[in-house]
């Protein structure tokens, strides 16, 4: 046996930052009055990458107008003619060039960003040449052309 005097003290190993992190051990340290540092993290589990297109870049480098290039009126007409040829609402043209509706609006009433895949993409589901000077003018087949 020990004697009276002799004090034996057990620490506790000090808890893992994971469990410091659970609703008990928060809960604890309130009761205790510690200070809680609480941070929200913003954009935390969604799975998105951030994606700087070249027009974005381009247009934080211009200091003149602010304005990212807009598709040309002319190219808005000739896409609406060309689905309305085809018999095609904005929907179903979408869907074939696998974009959002929202995507032949915006590029039909002039406000979209030009993006070259996407016309390439409308060109060939319409069969129109949307680029180049010879504009508006059938598509030919790449086994017709000579």
Same mark, same amino acid.
């Given at each position: 046996?020990?004697?009276?005097?002799?004090?034996?003290?057990? !620490?506790?190993?000090?808890?893992?930052?994971?469990?410091?992190?659970?609703?008990?051990?928060?809960?604890?340290? @309130?009761?205790? =009055?510690?200070?809680?540092?609480?941070?929200?993290?913003? =954009?935390?589990?969604?799975?998105?990458?951030?994606?700087?297109?070249?027009?974005?870049?381009?247009?934080? !480098?211009?200091?003149?107008?602010?304005?990212?290039?807009?598709?040309?009126?002319? +190219? =808005? @007409?000739?896409?609406?003619?060309?689905?309305?040829?085809? =018999?095609?609402?904005?929907?179903?043209?979408?869907?074939?060039?696998?974009?959002?509706?929202?995507?032949?609006?915006?590029?039909?009433?002039?406000?979209?960003?030009?993006?070259?895949?996407?016309?390439?993409?409308?060109?060939?589901? +319409?069969?129109?040449?949307? @680029?180049?000077?010879? @504009?508006?003018?059938?598509?030919?087949?790449?086994?017709?052309?000579?």
């Amino acid at each position: 046996m020990g004697d009276w005097n002799t004090v034996t003290i057990l !620490r506790k190993r000090p808890p893992k930052p994971s469990t410091m992190k659970s609703e008990q051990a928060i809960n604890k340290a @309130r009761r205790e =009055g510690a200070v809680i540092d609480t941070q929200v993290k913003w =954009g935390a589990a969604t799975n998105k990458h951030q994606v700087t297109t070249k027009n974005t870049a381009k247009l934080d !480098r211009e200091t003149e107008e602010l304005k990212h290039e807009k598709v040309p009126i002319d +190219l =808005g @007409r000739l896409i609406q003619q060309g689905r309305q040829a085809k =018999g095609y609402n904005q929907k179903e043209l979408a869907t074939k060039v696998n974009e959002k509706p929202q995507v032949i609006q915006d590029y039909e009433a002039g406000r979209g960003i030009p993006n070259q895949q996407v016309i390439g993409k409308i060109e060939k589901v +319409l069969c129109i040449k949307l @680029r180049g000077k010879d @504009r508006g003018q059938a598509l030919l087949p790449p086994s017709t052309k000579k």
